[in-house]
């Protein structure tokens, strides 16, 4: 019996979610919606974060005291697509206050520079303009 | 070359985010300043489920810790159960909002622990069959205990059941680690970002909850009183509301916080014009339309309309 009103239930709640998910009418004539102005806002936002993450100065400390130049990593920052700028500030941003946490947030930025800096080192990427494409380059990432 | 390269490019991503290759055993997370050895919830009640009905059985018992009235009975015709899990998580979402309670999809397992030392229960959902013939089941995680590596659930029939870790983890995996807050719109989760809380309480503002929104709205302001959408939301939600006076008090604080962006004075020109105050109503939409943006073609129309002194 379950199983006999359960499609036609999935379907509803399949619509219900598909509409909710539309471009963006709001309820009331004339006023912007919340939903619109929430996805307007949310790429800038995340970097926006992420640049005043970067700018922050026990940040900035960790970065140098892990060579790498701040001002470098701020250009592999903003090379990052909307999505991905969402997806760093997102993850930076749900890591629980504390000291410890300072280590994670500085620990994930390195990532996305180590990680970007070897996908473009082997080809699958073309971030950096300073990676030359040919297998002779020298990897200095390998050292980290 | 390359393939060492690649193959160390993943050891090393995968290690350091868990979960992501399951190359390695996950670690349960070690005891820390915000993540005491053990917790456990004494206030949320237990209702043993009936067949099939472990969903309801799960949202009530949150439901019910949450402030909100509720039991299996009344719950089970909001939350159907299909065969496919699909549309049934959207179902437990969907029927916490329509209480008034902010659904929010926790992020990683490890985000569970932290919830729980924080006093919030989570609903779990977990495969307790096979990958081909999965059995699908929620309950409600209300301890934890690091030492004795143990979790502890409202489950099936057994209020307060102890399962290991390893095979909490195992079950828990095979929904990709599907984890659910039911909160009241006072309170942030531990683990919380601004967009899925923000998102969240505009859950609310779609089911029709204008009072609970405002409630998560000064939530999120609270804690992040840079957030156009929040403040948006805020006016929007005070305006379905019907009270004007909080909805222009809403907009005007956007608007001094966001003077570039049209939509806060587009959206005060409305509630402006709604109480008759035309001329004012009149300055912020020809404010709007001189911002511009993307939106220009709203505002645009929102002038017309104060123009010709539409009711």
């Not at chain 1, 499609?7 to 963006?24: A, G, Q, R, Y």
Request: hydrophobic share 45%.
């Amino acid at each position: 019996m379950i199983r006999r009103v359960a499609k036609p239930v999935s379907i509803l709640l399949t619509i219900c979610m598909l509409l909710l998910s539309l471009p963006h009418k709001s309820a009331f004539a004339g006023m912007i919606g919340t939903e619109t102005v929430l996805d307007a806002t949310r790429s800038q936002e995340a970097r926006d974060y992420l640049n005043r993450t970067l700018a922050r100065e026990d940040v900035r400390a960790s970065l140098i005291a892990q060579g790498i130049d701040p001002l470098e990593a701020k250009a592999r920052v903003d090379s990052l697509s909307d999505a991905e700028a969402v997806s760093l500030a997102d993850q930076l941003e749900e890591l629980p206050a504390g000291g410890s946490a300072l280590g994670i947030l500085v620990g994930a930025i390195l990532i996305v520079f180590i990680v970007l800096l070897i996908t473009d080192i082997l080809g699958y990427t073309d971030v950096f303009p300073f990676v030359k494409k040919h297998s002779e380059v020298k990897k200095d990432s390998d050292n980290k | 070359m390359r393939r060492i390269i690649i193959a160390l490019l993943v050891l090393i991503v995968s290690s350091m985010f868990p979960g992501c290759g399951g190359v390695f055993f996950r670690q349960w997370p070690q005891p820390s300043e915000h993540l005491p050895v053990s917790h456990e919830l004494d206030s949320v009640p237990f209702y043993p489920q009936e067949a099939y009905q472990c969903g309801p059985a799960s949202l009530s018992m949150v439901l019910t810790w949450s402030g909100i009235q509720a039991n299996p009975e009344t719950i089970t015709p909001e939350v159907f159960t299909p065969s496919r899990k699909g549309s049934l998580q959207s179902a437990m979402i969907g029927a916490a909002r329509r209480h008034g309670r902010l659904a929010y999809l926790i992020t990683g397992p490890d985000s569970m622990f932290e919830e729980v030392a924080a006093g919030h229960p989570v609903i779990v959902l977990q495969n307790l069959g096979l990958s081909w013939y999965p059995v699908w089941h929620y309950a409600v995680v209300v301890g934890y205990d690091l030492h004795k590596g143990t979790v502890i659930l409202h489950s099936g029939v057994t209020p307060r059941k102890r399962l290991s870790f390893r095979v909490f983890y195992n079950t828990w995996a095979r929904s990709d680690y599907w984890g659910l807050l039911v909160l009241p719109p006072s309170r942030l989760p531990a683990m919380v970002t601004k967009h899925n809380y923000i998102s969240a309480v505009l859950g609310l503002e779609k089911a029709r909850k204008w009072r609970a929104a405002t409630e998560g709205y000064n939530t999120a302001l609270a804690r992040w009183p840079d957030s156009l959408s929040a403040h948006m939301g805020l006016g929007n939600s005070y305006y379905a509301l019907g009270d004007l006076e909080s909805a222009e008090a809403a907009f005007r604080e956007a608007a001094r916080r966001f003077p570039t962006d049209g939509m806060a004075y587009n959206n005060l020109a409305q509630v402006l014009w709604a109480q008759g105050k035309q001329q004012d109503a009149l300055e912020a939409a020809c404010r709007a339309v001189d911002l511009g943006g993307p939106l220009v073609e709203e505002y645009r129309r929102t002038l017309k309309e104060i123009q010709a002194g539409k009711p």
